[in-house]
């Protein structure tokens, strides 16, 4: 027991981090977690690693709401198609072998640390502002909402497949899409980002349960959840407050020494 507790402890603050941070899924730390240490089916980590996601995000984004820092308008057409392959995602995730999902979920882990690190995500340049100094009609600037829309929508996809199947909200692709498709800034990309994930995060724990029919350690889930949620207000407080270069430096390093946790765990 003393041992669930400590891994919940290390993966919900870690994860609660990521979230509140830079809009990370919680579980992309949590699954690899629990299937590194304590030897849990990957199926049932990510359902405990989703259903962790759930407040974690719901309150990050209300912090970031609070801070004027979310776009709930704009970030319903991403919403609309990560729901749909959420569940797929969720279903395919039951039909692959253990190992190699858990295995999957450490590289994500580091790959993003490394990611944060090495090149931060910043802020960009702003699609309606560029329009304008063009001087574009008003229905070219019509088109090219329209095209912003449908790309949203598309871009969904994936983030929602990778939300059922690895247990990963598709925070870091949501990151790059709002900042490089609609035109955010880092923090409100994140607040957005983690209102997308509240309702990602249930669908696939949902589906998740619905599908094994029973569910995972309660114990775990209960631990999970909590250290999560508390992770993800700190961190959630100190993002809107935070540079942004700050906010990709801190949010790396805690994943990447995470990652190395879980590989050098794996090979004891």
Do not use: W
């Not at 407040?55 to 729901?83: C, E, H, R, W």
């Not at 690190?117 to 329009?131: C, G, H, S, Y």
């Not at 999560?228 to 994943?255: D, M, Y």
Request: proline fraction near 2%.
């Amino acid at each position: 027991m003393a041992l669930k507790f400590i891994v919940c402890l290390i993966a919900g603050l870690g994860a609660g981090v990521g979230t509140g941070l830079a809009g990370l899924s919680a579980a992309a730390v949590i699954s690899p977690m629990l299937i590194t240490f304590l030897g849990m089916n990957a199926f049932d980590a990510i359902g405990i690693a989703l259903a962790s996601d759930v407040l974690a995000s719901g309150v990050s984004a209300y912090t970031y709401g609070k801070n004027k820092n979310l776009d709930i308008k704009n970030g319903k057409y991403i919403l609309a198609s990560v729901l749909i392959f959420t569940v797929i995602g969720s279903y395919i995730s039951s039909l692959v072998p253990s190992h190699t999902m858990g295995g999957f979920s450490v590289a994500v882990t580091i790959f993003l640390g490394i990611k944060f690190i090495v090149k931060p995500v910043m802020r960009t340049e702003n699609r309606n502002d560029l329009a304008t100094s063009m001087e574009l009609s008003v229905e070219e600037l019509k088109r090219e909402e329209r095209i912003k829309k449908v790309k949203s929508f598309m871009a969904g996809i994936p983030i929602g497949f990778i939300c059922g199947f690895i247990g990963a909200g598709g925070g870091m692709m949501m990151l790059i899409i709002m900042t490089t498709v609609l035109g955010y800034e880092l923090k409100m990309a994140v607040g957005t980002s983690v209102f997308v994930m509240t309702f990602t995060a249930l669908t696939g724990a949902v589906s998740h349960f619905s599908i094994s029919g029973a569910l995972p350690d309660l114990a775990s889930l209960a631990l999970c959840i909590i250290f999560t949620l508390l992770g993800a207000q700190v961190a959630a407080k100190f993002a809107n407050g935070a540079s942004a270069e700050k906010q990709n430096r801190v949010t790396g390093i805690v994943l990447l020494v995470l990652g190395i946790m879980m590989v050098v765990a794996s090979r004891l």
